[in-house]
Each structure stands twice: as structure tokens, then as C-alpha cells.
């Protein structure tokens, strides 16, 4: 697993001067394949999703992003069904899904390349709410858990105010 991890990180390191390593990464960021990875491979591309940025297009990457709130979003749904997998893994996927976001949303406008649509992350975002659980008085909190609510807010924050007050006002 340590060398599969390691081989990742290469490839978002080097894959733009690669095809090979593009088509790699393209192939394993397809929802599909997103789906059958490993939670902590699928981790590791969703925390790296600003390199990605300099390596997918434009559409590219914003299906990447769509596809991996879909991933996240069933993984959760069917640990809660069939605890198929540990909630220690979902929470730890849940939140790599927050930081990829904020990564791409914290970098300057011309330090992308592609001219992701701050927008269509925020969609995404407003996605990924429905992600986390509420907490609860009197409820023991795992640690990923605070930390997936950290990287929520810290996400919110390079929001618009204008976002954030229509979907205040939408709830």
C-alpha cells in the first residue's frame, strides 16, 4: 500500500511532462475506478486536487470533482447500509474531500491554469454539506469528524458572502 501511495505522488508530481502518467491519472480519477480504489488511494488524489489542476482540463476537472462528492457520497451511504467499510475510513475520505476543495479554492485566480469555475466548486461544496453529520449534544465526536466539520468551515470561508447568505437563506 506504501508503494502504491508513493506511486500516486509521483505521478501528480511528474504528469505533465508524461502522457503516460496523465492517462494514468485519468483513468483512476474516472467515478468508476474512484469507486473501487482503496479509500486512502482515493484519499490521496482528492487532497491533491490542486496538482490535478495543472495536469486535467478545465471540464476535466471539474468532472473530477463532481465525480469524487459522488464517490464520497456513496461510500457514506453504503457504510451506513452495509458497513462495508470502517467509519474511521469515510470520515478520513470526507475529510481529504474537504481539503482537495479548499486547496483548489485557496489558489489565486491566475495560479490555476485551467480557470476552475469558483463556482462550480462552491456547488460542489454545497454538495459535500449534506456530508456531514450533525453534531449532537452529549454525543462523543470521533476526531475526523471534528476535523471534517474544521475543514468544512475553513472551505466556507473563501466563499463569497454572497454564497454563503443564499445558502443560509435556502435552508
Not at 502522457?19 to 479509500?39: F, H, P, V, Y
Not at 485551467?114 to 456531514?132: H, I, R, W
Request: charged share 25%; with cysteine; hydrophobic share 45%.
Amino acid at each position: 500500500m506504501i508503494y502504491f501511495s508513493e506511486c500516486m505522488l509521483f505521478s501528480l508530481a511528474h504528469a505533465q511532462s508524461f502522457s503516460g502518467l496523465q492517462t494514468c491519472l485519468d483513468e483512476l480519477c474516472d467515478l468508476a475506478l474512484l469507486l473501487s480504489l482503496r479509500t486512502s488511494m482515493a484519499s490521496i488524489l482528492m487532497v491533491h486536487m490542486n496538482k490535478l489542476s495543472y495536469i486535467f482540463s478545465k471540464s476535466r476537472l471539474e468532472r473530477f470533482v463532481f465525480d469524487c462528492v459522488e464517490a464520497t457520497w456513496r461510500r457514506s451511504q453504503s457504510n451506513h447500509s452495509q458497513s462495508l467499510l470502517s467509519g474511521d475510513d469515510v470520515e478520513c475520505l470526507k475529510v481529504n474531500l474537504w481539503k482537495g476543495l479548499k486547496s483548489l479554492l485557496s489558489l489565486p485566480k491566475d495560479d490555476l491554469r485551467v480557470g476552475v469555475d469558483k463556482n462550480k466548486l462552491l456547488v460542489a461544496a454545497e454538495k459535500c454539506l449534506s456530508l456531514l453529520e450533525a453534531p449532537l449534544e452529549k454525543s462523543p465526536r470521533k476526531l475526523d469528524e471534528i476535523q471534517g466539520w474544521s475543514e468544512a468551515l475553513e472551505c466556507m470561508v473563501l466563499a463569497s458572502d454572497e454564497w454563503i447568505a443564499k445558502l443560509i437563506n435556502r435552508d
